[in-house]
C-alpha cells in the first residue's frame, strides 16, 4: 500500500488513514501547546479526540475492531475529561448573562410608550390601582437614564445579586475540581498510553479488508448512513409542537418531577451527538460532503439547546442548597424558567431550520 | 324630532340614543338577575356600563358634555368596582392552571425517545454523567403512567405546592374583599343615582345640535376617529421586535425594577382600551362597523396579555411575603417567569395578527 495524495482514486483505508493522521496531527500539537495556551490545547486534544471517535465509529467496517474499540474508550475518557471544564465556564457565563438580563430595564425607546390620551372609565379593571399616566412618568424618569442596574432596582434584584453569588461559588468550585481532574488524568499512565495509541495513527491504523476497496464506493454509503440515523433521530422529535413559538412545553420541566427535563432533552441531545458524527464522517475525504450550511447551523442550535438544558439543571440544583435566602430561591426560580424558555427556543430554531 | 326605526335615514343622536337604549336595557336586565345569577348578572352590568362610557366618549360631540362628563366617570367608578371580583377569579385559575402545567410531566408519547444506538465516547461532555439509555429507561416507566401529579415529583413540586396554597389563600382573600365591596358598592346612594341616570336613557339622552345631522354623516367620521387613534397607538408598539419569537424582552420584567413591567406593558394596556373603545363605537348602529374579526381576536390577546401581566404581578407579591420557606419562592419565581412568557407570546400574537 503506497501513500496516495490523489484521494479520489484512492482506497477507502487510505483516505481514512488521511484524515485520522491530520487528526492525531492536531492532537500532537495541541499537546505541545499546553502550558503555554491552554484553551487553544484543550480545542485541539477535545476537536480530535471526537473527531477521531466519530469517525472510528461511522466507518467501523474499515478498521479492526479490536483495535477501534478499546481506543474509542479511551477517546470517550478523555473528552469527557477534558470538557468538563469549559463547559463549567460556559454555564457560569450564560447564568451570569442571563442573570444581568434579567435584572435590567429593557432599552428606553422602546418601552416609552407615545402618548395617547384615554378617556376615563374606559377600563373597568383599573379604577382602584394608580392611572396609568402616572406610573408613566414615573417610571419615564427612571427610563430616560437608561438601562438601570440591577442594584437599585429593589428586592428582586437583591435575590438576583444573591442568585449570581451563589451560582458563581458553586460553578467556581465545580471547575476547579475539573480543572484539577483534567491535570490528573493528563499526568495518568492511562493518558500516556492513549497519546501514544494516537501518535501510531499518524503512522499505522490496522485496517481491514474492506479498506482496500475503492473510496469513492465505500465511504459514501457509510457517511449516507450516519446521515440517515441522524434524518431518522431527528424525525421522531416533535418537531411540529416544536415549531408553534411559546407552547411552553420545555418549561414544564422547571417545576415537574426530576426525570421531566431528562425526558424531554433526551432525544435532542441525542440528535446534537448524531449530527455532530454526521458532520465528522463527511468531513473525511472522498466521503461525498458537500457541507450542508443547515447541519452546521443546527450543531450550533443543538449546542444552545445543550447548554441551556445544562445551565437549567445547575440552577435547580443550586436552588436545593440549603438555607437560601427566600429571594435567592425566587431569583432562581425566575433564572431556571428563563433557561428552560432558551431550551425551547432552540427547540423552535431547530424545528424551523430542519423542516425547511 | 320622531322615532325613527329606519336607522340608516335617520339623525345621528337617533342611533345613539337607539344603542344607549339596548345598553340600558341589558343594565337593567343585570340588575334584575342580581341574587339568582351572580355571573350574568356582573356581566350584563359590567358589559353596559363599558359600552355607555365607551360610546359616550367616542360620540362626546353628540351628547351635552354637562350631563356625559359625570355619568362617564360614574360609569367608570361602577365598572372598576364590579370587575375586581372576577379578575381576581380569573387571575387565580390562571395561576393554578399554570402550577399545575409546570408540575406535570409531558404526555408519555411525545417525550419519550426512539431507541436510537449511541456510540460511546462520541459525546465529549457527557462521560461522567449517568448514560442517557439508562436515564431514559428509568424515566419510560413513570412516562408510561400518563401524567405524573405533582406529589410525586421531589422537593420542587412541594414548592408548587405551597405556592398553590400561598397564592390560594392571598387571591381568596383579596375576592372576598373586592365581593364586599361590590355588595356595598351596589346597596349606597351613589350606585342608586347611576341607576336611576341609566333608567333614564332609553327615554332621554340629552344631544347636542349636532346630534340632529345624519347618522351615516357624522357617525362613520367619529368611529373613524377611535380606529385611527388605536391604529397609531399600536403602530408605537415594538411589534418588530414582539414579532421574533423568543426575544425574552417582557421576562425582562420578572426581576427587573419594580417599574419595568409597567413601563413595558402600559403601551400594550392601552392600546387593549383603545381597541375596546374602536369596538363598542362599531357597534352603534350606522356608525359602519364592519367587524373586522381581526378586532375581535386582537381583543382577546389582548385580553391574555393584560391578564398574564397582573398575574406576573400578583406573583411577585406573593413571593414579598414574609418567612415563605425557600421552595415556595423558587416556585414562584418560576411561575412569575412562566407568566411574563405568556405576556410575552400574547405580545407575538398580536404582532403577527396586526401586522397581517
Not at 477501534?68 to 468538563?84: F, I, K, Q, S, Y
Not at 419615564?140 to 442596574?149: D, E, I, K, M
Not at 409542537?241 to 426530576?258: F, K
Not at 445547575?314 to 436552588?319: E, P
Request: hydrophobic share 45%.
Amino acid at each position: 500500500m503506497g501513500v496516495s495524495t490523489g484521494l479520489d482514486d484512492g482506497n477507502a483505508g487510505e483516505a481514512l488513514s488521511s484524515y485520522l493522521r491530520t487528526q492525531a496531527t492536531a492532537f500532537l500539537r495541541g499537546l505541545g501547546l499546553r502550558g503555554d495556551d491552554e484553551d487553544t490545547a484543550d480545542a485541539l486534544l477535545r476537536g480530535s479526540a471526537r473527531r477521531i471517535a466519530g469517525v472510528l465509529h461511522t466507518y467501523g467496517v474499515l478498521t479492526d475492531p479490536a483495535w477501534a474499540e478499546p481506543m474509542r474508550t479511551e477517546l470517550g475518557w478523555l473528552g469527557a475529561t477534558l470538557g468538563r471544564e469549559p463547559q463549567y465556564a460556559v454555564r457560569l457565563g450564560r447564568l451570569l448573562d442571563a442573570l444581568r438580563r434579567l435584572s435590567v430595564l429593557a432599552p428606553a425607546e422602546e418601552a416609552l410608550p407615545a402618548a395617547v390620551a384615554l378617556p376615563q372609565g374606559a377600563d373597568g379593571g383599573a379604577g382602584a390601582e394608580p392611572a396609568g399616566g402616572a406610573r408613566r412618568s414615573a417610571g419615564a424618569a427612571v427610563a430616560a437614564r437608561g438601562t438601570v442596574p440591577a442594584q437599585s432596582a429593589g428586592p428582586l434584584a437583591v435575590g438576583a445579586a444573591r442568585a449570581a453569588a451563589l451560582l458563581e461559588r458553586q460553578l467556581t468550585l465545580a471547575r476547579t475540581r475539573a480543572h484539577s481532574a483534567t491535570l490528573q488524568a493528563m499526568g495518568s499512565a492511562r493518558f500516556h498510553a492513549l497519546a501514544d495509541s494516537i501518535a501510531l495513527l499518524a503512522s499505522e491504523v490496522p485496517l481491514t479488508a474492506r479498506a482496500a476497496e475503492p473510496a469513492d464506493q465505500v465511504l459514501p454509503p457509510l457517511a449516507g448512513q450516519a446521515h440517515t440515523r441522524l434524518a431518522e433521530a431527528a424525525g421522531t422529535l416533535p418537531l411540529r409542537r416544536a415549531g408553534h413559538p411559546y407552547n411552553a412545553e420545555a418549561v414544564q420541566a422547571a417545576l415537574g418531577a426530576d426525570l421531566t427535563a431528562d425526558l424531554q432533552d433526551a432525544p435532542w441531545h441525542q440528535v446534537r451527538i448524531l449530527l455532530r458524527l454526521s458532520r465528522y464522517a463527511a468531513e473525511v475525504p472522498g466521503a461525498g460532503g458537500h457541507g450542508d450550511p443547515r447541519l452546521a447551523e443546527a450543531a450550533l442550535v443543538l449546542q444552545r439547546h445543550h447548554e441551556a438544558a445544562e445551565s437549567a439543571a445547575a440552577v435547580a440544583a443550586a436552588a436545593r442548597t440549603p438555607r437560601i435566602a427566600p429571594a435567592t430561591a425566587y431569583a432562581l426560580g425566575v433564572l431556571h424558567a428563563d433557561q428552560r424558555h432558551e431550551v425551547e427556543a432552540a427547540r423552535f430554531a431547530f424545528s424551523r431550520l430542519w423542516q425547511s
